[in-house]
């Protein structure tokens, strides 16, 4: 029986509910280049030029990106760090995403 904490996991333990990590999304927008939104990814998040630029084209043809995965706290300061970017992003939980 699931509580309130836990949800299913892929075998048959459970994950408690608040061991579950977030994601950042980055989304496509019709303003910034592409090549600020890899440089914005090199500099914040410290990814080499191929990871940065991968993630981009993943914003620029799929419309949005998974750009980092952590704690809460982490992804909610990384949401705030893309927005004084001029980046739009988003969060969740990762088993929603």
Do not use: Q
């Not at 030029?49 to 799929?62: G, I, Q, R």
């Amino acid at each position: 029986m699931l509580t309130p904490e836990t949800v299913e996991g892929t075998g048959a333990e459970t994950t408690p509910a608040h061991d579950i990590p977030y994601v950042l999304i980055v989304w496509n927008d019709p303003v910034n280049l592409m090549s600020y939104v890899s440089w914005v990814f090199r500099s914040y998040f410290g990814y080499s030029k191929d990871k940065a630029d991968d993630l981009m084209m993943e914003v620029h043809t799929l419309g949005r990106s998974v750009v980092s995965t952590g704690s809460l706290e982490k992804v909610e300061a990384d949401v705030a760090a893309m927005h004084r970017y001029g980046l739009w992003a988003t969060f969740k939980r990762a088993d929603e995403a």
